[in-house]
């Protein structure tokens, strides 16, 4: 792998007047000139392409429908949350809900301890906590084990004997509890991007000494993960990742540039409205970014091990097929389904098993057609930005994540413009390629995370664009 990001070259043209600029080893992974990691080189995290894994699967279909899952849940009143509890709601023979851990939400997280009865609960703060006691007051029933803090939502995630733990909190803050999990034993049905892209390196280790399985629980790794059911070793040649294209698809590149500079609130709004999903909304901005199918390929390098060389994107606007793989013989297969959060989190929770679900079915007559396209490498500076940070390796993934979730966050607060987020990511890689290690401990990948945020934050206060 590359040992450092190289010097820069301008690329993009950019926030108001000033040029855009992104590494030079965006162009040259471009050409393919970057060092590459053999497709072979590590086992992924996601449960496949091994004689055991075959074997856990025949073992498990060979135990038919009498089993029941306890599930404990981080972040259960965000999206990932009230989906995820949809579904137990739907198959309680099947789930039952062990713990869950919260923000501030009280009136919310009130409602799913009524309803699905933790046995412990975690909030944001003490604050918080009190709260929640006030909107449980009067409530008879059993009252759960209440928690608050980071302190708290670790206990909850290796609380019990849950079998497995959802992973619903958005951004670096589920890399620790996650941790937690694993290290607990408990099996991850992962819904947080940023546990692999920042802590890939310490995560694969950590499964493979806890006997831990980790299935991938958002729509593009899951149908991936999904087409890799029963292909046997190295049989994999391929992994094909979908995007939508986000709330930007219909504009060229310098259709974009000229609204961010004639209407940057447009720019705004337009980013926080997705076409297809409903998600929250640092997931909506990705999706516009398109950073989000970066992060993906980062990603899907980690749980399925494949080479970035053998990572590719493709923009399918109607959001149909969820992503494929190819494998050795050039077959292509794939996961198809309307837009629903739902179906890849309830596989996540119940693999290897497919349960009866009252979701609308795939009607091909009615869907009509689906179309493809190679994405604007110039209207998203951000794929080549990840395949850099990737190709990198080490903490450099923690530093495009950690930057992309800071900018992020002040972009959706007026504090930057959109434009900006490329150029302050691209800042802090920049940054800190003196400072890459390629074997980072836990504390590196927390530490290196908190000095990227702290970066873009001091880097909003000058003219990013210089």
Known sequence: MMKAVLPLLVVFGCSCSDAFIVPASVSLARKGLGVRMSSASQQGAAPFGTVEDLQHVVDEAAKGLNWKKKVTLLGSTGS??????DIVKNVPERFEIEGLAAGGNVALLAQQIKEFNPKIVSVRDESVLKELKEALSGWNGKMPELVFGPKGIAEVAKYGDSDVVVTGIVGCAGLLPTVEAIKAGKDIALANKETLISGGPVILPLLKEYGVKMTPADSEHSAIFQSL???PPGGLRKVILTASGGAFRDFSADELLELCEK???????????????DMGAKITVDSATLMNKGLEVIEAHYLFGVSYDDIEVVV?????????IETRDSSVIGQLGWPDMRLPLVYSMSWPYRLEMPYEPLDFAKLGKMTFMAPDRKKYPSLDLSYSAGRTGGTMTAVLNAANEQANEMFRNGEIGYLDIFKVIEKAMEAHKSDLSMKPSLDDIVE???????????????????
């Open 80 to 85: 990932i949350g009230t989906q995820t509890l």
């Open 229 to 231: 059911q029963g292909v």
């Open 263 to 277: 209407d940057p609130e447009f720019i705004r709004k337009k980013a926080t409205t997705h076409p297809n999903w």
């Open 316 to 324: 399918h606007p109607q959001s149909i097929l969820h992503s494929a």
């Open 448 to 466: 290196i995370d908190g000095w990227a945020r702290n970066f873009v934050k001091e880097q909003s206060k000058t003219k990013i664009t210089k």
